[in-house]
């Protein structure tokens, strides 16, 4: 069976696999979407193939869309043309249960993938007609949080930004200045109302979008490419809004046991491919089924039925309420909480984590005894709920092939968020005591524990990429297992760093627990399992 427009028509066999087929004509609906394009996606990655695609096939199949996606892929264009244009854009999306068991169909809602590149002359132009088409109600974004940025850590644009303002929108290259460049075809046509919405899993997202396309923009304005009206049009957000969102959904690399069971069924080229940028992507993708998208309803040239589909359409403040639900009580406290352990302890899976008594109870206690009684309810997902899905199916699914590993890369950057924003809470109660907690801490001190980079049978241990990894290792030097009394006076300036963990935990009065949980670690080899124990 192969992955196209022509291996589809072979229903027989892809129904005898069990694989969902769409209920529409792919050919019309591309054919019509290039017409009158709808929607325009920048960043052609596994999440949007494996999740935002899937949400306009959902209204395709139910006749409330006609047109489908045009996805533009801006930093790696080896994925339109080893994975795009192989398959007329279609992706086998494979759903991952917890049982083992998955459930297969092929989205075919993106009509083209193109690449926003300045120097492909077609797909450029197909690009900047589509945006200059009166038809195009929204362009979303899946570029993570890197693709926003202008700046170098040492706050200077990055030459590449100084090169696009110096050579105006003709020639952009950065993904702000693409989208500056396809805003600016839009402004020239007539200045048409679109909403710009990232999808991006970052705060705020729809700010950062904003704040970087205007910076270009300014600078062409500062240069002589553009008139200063289009600055004024794209900063009027009656004409061009940027919409803020909450994204959560797994879409991790594509595992060898997918493509090897997606082989003996019969598929053909289903082997993921390495690009010249090293993205390890294949025609597959292969996801957890619980998903959310919660989106600000501000559209100013009106938007599919996305509802209709699953998406939370609401105001700013539900989106904050749901992100913050998310990434500092429900899920990221949990997840940092496991990664750290799970290094220390020799795990390989998150998911094998989810079999530990301890492990288990200390992301049950961080969860539903420490976050849910200052928790942010948004009204529209219900927190406990939400904790329950993800402690037993989300965790647990043996198909997650997330690493411990990869969760603790640039854990000094998620702490202050995931875990500070609970002890605030507690600091400002009149109810509640942040003495009282005692898992909150046990992740920070495991935290400390894991970066002594030896784990908790005594053997040096790999410790993932930190932008402050550097510095915390030379505070905590000389810091050594089966000598607890190392750690005296090594933690002050650690602990007191508010920028670190959202609260100078002196003042929060947690500190002394973090550094005896530290101590206790230290002990010797198991002193960590002992302490879990101990404390849970």
Not at 288 to 299: A, H, K, M, N, S
Not at 496 to 508: D, K, P, Q, R, T
Request: one cysteine or more.
């Amino acid at each position: 069976m192969k992955l196209s427009y022509q291996g589809i028509q072979d229903v027989q066999a892809y129904e005898a696999q069990k694989v969902k087929l769409p209920k529409y004509d792919w050919q019309q609906m591309a054919e019509k979407t290039l017409k009158n394009p709808v929607w325009v996606h920048f960043g052609a990655g596994n999440i949007f193939r494996g999740f935002i695609a899937a949400l306009q096939q959902r209204l395709l199949d139910a006749g409330e869309a006609e047109c489908g996606i045009i996805a533009a892929e801006t930093f790696d264009y080896d994925i339109i043309d080893q994975i795009y244009v192989p398959h007329d854009s279609m992706t086998l999306m494979v759903s991952l249960k917890p049982d083992g068991s998955t459930d297969k169909e092929v989205i075919a809602s993106i009509a083209r993938g193109v690449k926003a590149n300045c120097q492909d002359e077609a797909d450029w132009t197909l690009l900047k007609n589509a945006f200059a088409n009166p038809s195009l109600q929204f362009a979303s974004f899946t570029i993570t949080e890197k693709g926003y940025a202008l700046h170098n850590m040492a706050g200077e644009l990055m030459p590449v930004v100084v090169g696009d303002m110096e050579n105006g929108p003709c020639k952009a290259r950065h993904a702000m200045s693409v989208v500056a460049a396809m805003l600016y075809e839009r402004y020239q046509a007539g200045a048409y109302p679109i909403a710009m919405v990232s999808m991006d899993n970052c705060s705020h997202n729809g700010e950062k979008l904003r704040a970087s396309v205007l910076t270009v923009v300014d600078g062409w304005v500062k240069n002589g490419f553009v008139p200063a009206e289009f600055a004024a049009y794209v900063a009027d957000e009656t004409k061009v809004s940027f919409p803020w969102s909450m994204i959560d959904k797994i879409t991790p690399r594509p595992a060898d046991v997918i493509r090897d069971q997606l082989l003996s069924q019969g598929f053909e080229d289903m082997q993921p491919v390495v690009t010249g940028k090293n993205t390890y992507i294949a025609p597959f993708v292969n996801a957890e089924i619980p998903q959310y998208l919660v989106v600000e309803d501000r559209f100013p040239n009106g938007r599919p039925a996305l509802e209709k589909a699953g998406v939370y359409l609401c105001d700013r403040d539900t989106v904050n309420m749901t992100e913050r639900m998310k990434v500092t009580t429900c899920l990221n406290p949990l997840h940092t909480a496991l990664a750290v352990y799970g290094c220390l302890l020799g795990y390989e899976l998150i998911a094998d984590e989810m079999k530990d008594e301890e492990l288990v109870k200390l992301v049950k206690t961080i969860g539903y005894v420490e976050g849910l009684p200052v928790v942010t309810d948004p009204g529209i997902v219900n927190p406990r709920a939400f904790i329950d899905e993800v402690v037993e199916m989300r965790l647990p699914n043996p198909f997650m092939p997330d690493t411990p590993q990869r969760i603790a890369t640039d854990t000094s950057q998620k702490v202050g968020i995931r875990f500070g924003e609970t002890i605030k809470s507690y600091m400002a109660s009149e109810t509640l005591h942040v003495e009282d907690l005692k898992a909150i801490p046990l992740a920070l001190a495991g935290w400390l524990r894991y970066l002594i980079a030896v784990d908790d049978e005594g053997k040096e241990m790999p410790v993932s990429s930190d932008p402050m990894l550097k510095e915390m290792q030379e505070k905590l030097s000389g810091v050594k297992l089966g000598d607890a009394a190392s750690v005296d006076g090594k933690l002050e300036d650690i602990l007191s760093n508010a920028s670190v963990f959202g609260v100078c935990l002196y003042e929060a009065k947690l500190a002394g627990k973090v550094e005896n949980y530290l101590k206790e670690m230290l002990a010797g080899p198991g002193a960590v399992r002992a302490t879990l124990k101990k404390y849970l």
